[in-house]
């Protein structure tokens, strides 16, 4: 099955930012979503079809996907951003075509 | 505002079948314009995509469970449901069910609050 893979942790300052990977093969022919998760909470969608957003979340969240590697990215990093994030791939070709990636957690130091 | 709300058992014995479902308020579970899906999260893991269905009954499965899960809708509740049979201690997590937009690529962009299902005798 199609494998996604991300950095277990990611560290940032406040006010810094970070760049969250999801590496997998040939994933920018792919869809890619990203996913935040706070303690005890349900995941919220920040980013979906690779770089687009929902209404309500800050423009400080970004996402592009290109050869083998999509990347979220949180500009401007406050300490509320401070969650598990996971990529999701939809690929409709595939006999397996719904992945999540392993996730990752940021800490804002 | 629409909302789902996961509901069934907390405790289900080893070998037994774990049945949850998910009410939809606030809109239609038979829109054209989405999937529904099942999803879950054993503790302090990642999370997991279980499957998916359509407000007509077409579903599409994590092959990985496929042999053990029957997702299935009604649409006068305005509900879907996940049965997993032939359970055991690894099946126990938070269960998340959410609905996916086609226009977004089959993302989850509203979820359920989850319900923690345990899997002991």
């Known amino acids: 099955s199609y494998v996604l893979t991300q950095p277990p942790s990611v560290s940032v300052a406040p006010g810094q930012t970070a760049r969250i990977t999801c590496g997998g093969n040939?994933?920018?022919?792919?869809?890619v979503h990203w996913y935040q998760q706070k303690p005890g909470q349900a995941p919220v969608l920040v980013v979906y079809?690779?770089?687009d957003r929902p209404s309500g979340i800050p423009e400080r969240f970004s996402g592009s996907n290109s050869g083998n590697t999509a990347t979220l990215t949180i500009s401007r990093v406050e300490a509320g951003d401070e969650a598990d994030y996971y990529c999701?791939?939809?690929?409709?070709?595939?006999?397996?075509?719904?992945?999540f990636g392993t996730g990752t957690k940021v800490t804002v130091l | 505002q629409l909302q789902l709300q996961e509901s069934g058992p907390g405790l289900v014995k080893p070998s037994e079948t774990l049945s949850l479902t998910c009410t939809v308020s606030g809109g239609s579970i038979s829109s054209s314009s989405y999937y529904w899906g099942w999803i879950r999260q054993p503790p302090g893991k990642g999370l997991e995509w279980i499957g998916s269905i359509y407000y007509s009954g077409s579903t599409y499965y994590n092959p990985s469970l496929k042999s053990r899960v029957t997702i299935s809708v009604d649409t006068s509740k305005n509900q879907f449901s996940l049965k997993l049979s032939s359970v055991t201690a690894a099946d126990t997590a938070v269960y998340y069910c959410?609905?996916?937009?086609?226009?977004?690529?089959?993302?989850?962009?509203?979820w359920g609050q989850g319900t923690m299902v345990t899997v002991s005798s």
């Open positions: 959410a609905r996916q937009p086609l226009a977004a690529r089959r993302a989850f962009d509203i």
């Open positions: 999701q791939v939809w690929d409709s070709s595939s006999d397996h075509p719904l992945v």
């Open positions: 079809d690779d770089s």
């Open positions: 040939n994933i920018g022919s792919k869809s």
